[in-house]
């Protein structure tokens, strides 16, 4: 029996819900309801040199305004250091310290990683140099031949990485002594059972890693669907650096055309609604008879 769904929105509070925000939001939202499952919600701010003041609440607030209440209590990363610890704890004979700077990762690097991440040649694997000290912790990955990492994408079919040319072993805990994004939703996502990771495809090139990171915690590994992220007219993905608006719904009118191009970029043809309960009503149906045309509920 396959255990009880649940799907969660991660949001980066590093500025207000823009429109390719939205598109993950609503594609989370929708999978999980059509599931008849659990949708939680969870505020990304471990790296809180990055985080707006304020913007995390706006955030929540929007989806509230959109009709997109979370099962349960909001986390904040940024409050569950001590499980981030516990877990680098329990992998310690995986990680080593690495002493290198971001200039010589840059100099010595082996090329750069699909999702543009510079990939570390090893220099620490075998110890510190005389004199150096810990600036991060990094992840050993497998030998090649060994390294190879398969998974089946809802929407991107197979996708297939090579960590140790393709990423190199990565950074659990960063120089400025914040836990590493890659650990931290790891952590999260087996803390709270989720089973589905329904976000954009940014983040596609970073699945393997987690994957990987998944299996030395001995954790379960959900299952992924990446959707297409929203670019802008230079073919920019769409974000706080590229000039993204945030979606600012004044009244119910907005919020609904707001959701109806979300939805469409999604590629539901749903009728014009009238009410937020109109665009749910007909929205999630939507997603489930695309879920059964793909033979994914009965």
């Excluded at 769904?5 to 390719?20: E, K, Q």
């Excluded at 992840?139 to 390294?147: A, S, T």
């Excluded at 040319?165 to 590493?180: C, P, T």
Aim: glycine share 10%; hydrophobic share 45%.
């Amino acid at each position: 029996m396959n255990a009880p769904y649940i799907g969660r929105f991660a949001p980066s509070p590093t500025g207000p819900l823009h429109a390719g925000s939205l598109v993950a939001a609503l594609a989370s939202y929708l999978d999980a309801r059509a599931h008849h499952g659990t949708w939680l919600v969870r505020i990304e701010d471990i790296d809180e040199g990055r985080a707006v003041a304020g913007a995390a609440e706006g955030i929540l607030q929007l989806l509230g305004q959109l009709g997109m209440q979370a099962d349960g209590e909001i986390v904040w990363q940024s409050r569950r250091k001590p499980l981030y610890e516990a877990a680098a704890e329990r992998i310690a004979l995986h990680t080593y310290p690495c002493g290198c700077n971001r200039r010589e990762i840059a100099d010595s690097r082996l090329g750069f990683a699909p999702d543009g991440a510079a990939i570390y040649p090893g220099t620490c694997r075998h110890g510190l140099a005389e004199g150096r000290s810990m600036r991060s912790l990094r992840l050993r990955v497998p030998e090649p031949g060994f390294d190879v990492i398969s998974f089946q994408d809802r929407f991107a079919g197979e996708v297939t990485q090579r960590l140790s040319s393709e990423s190199g072993d990565f950074v659990l805990k960063r120089a400025d002594g914040f836990w590493a994004y890659q650990l931290a939703v790891v952590v999260d996502d087996a803390e709270q059972g989720v089973t589905d990771v329904v976000r954009g495809a940014d983040l596609l090139d970073s699945t393997p890693r987690q994957i990987f990171l998944q299996r030395v915690l001995d954790v379960p590994t959900p299952r992924y669907l990446h959707v297409p992220v929203v670019r802008n007219e230079h073919g920019e993905k769409l974000s706080k650096q590229t000039g993204a608006l945030a979606v600012a719904p004044g009244d119910a009118k907005a919020a609904v055309a707001a959701l109806q191009d979300a939805a469409r970029f999604l590629g539901l043809q749903l009728a014009p609604a009238e009410s937020l309960d109109a665009f749910w009503s007909a929205a999630v149906p939507a997603w489930a008879s695309r879920l059964r045309e793909r033979g994914e509920v009965s």
